[in-house]
């Protein structure tokens, strides 16, 4: 599968693309600067042999099946509408909003009620649009000595759960079924948690298990 990820020079959009790249995928590192963007693969190659390229957000997903918003919340929207304005592929968000108030990190959604249902109205009607990876941990992801023994939950347009599923299977997570974007807000919110968890409780690079 041809993926870009949208923002794959940040953390975590590296490590999803580290993963991916090498679980057989073909990736695209997208960002605002080519020239990062390139940087960032020669970097990435010294994990893996397999190939990457890396390009501006508009060019790397020239031909993508799928399009990954790895990019910080305050520009996903936006990201979305210059972008991705007549994708035909799959989009994937894993954007989560955060804010720190007494110590500990809380969701702080946008007036849409979520960071997907954002992207959805930034979208074109017929681009079908999941969430997904939110509960995966960016240096999990990166270290690709660690097995990821984790649950993912997928939720969205049911077009675009089949190709989020895939995507995730091949990291080595299991993905599982959530609903609609009525629950966006509830899966969204598990990020702020797992990394209030990992923090308190001395858990390095949290993630869930449903059981």
Known sequence: MKVAVLGGTGSFGGGLALRLADAGHDVAVGSRSASEAREACESYAEKTDTGLSGAENADAVDGADVAVLAVPPAYAAETARETLGGFDGTVLTPVVGMSREDGDFVYTPPDEGSFAEEVRGALDDDVP???????????????????????????????????????????????????????????????????????????????????
Do not use: M, Y
């Open 129 to 211: 649009l999941a969430g997904a990876f939110h509960s995966l941990a960016a240096g999990k992801l990166r270290n690709l000595d660690a097995g990821i023994d984790a649950d993912i939950a997928v939720f969205g347009d049911d077009e675009a759960k089949e190709p989020a599923v895939e995507l995730v299977e091949s990291v080595g997570a299991r993905p599982l079924d959530v609903g609609g974007f009525g629950v966006a807000p509830q899966v969204e919110a598990l990020t702020p948690l797992l990394i209030n968890v990992g923090a308190k409780n001395g858990i390095k690079d949290a993630g869930v298990r449903f059981v």
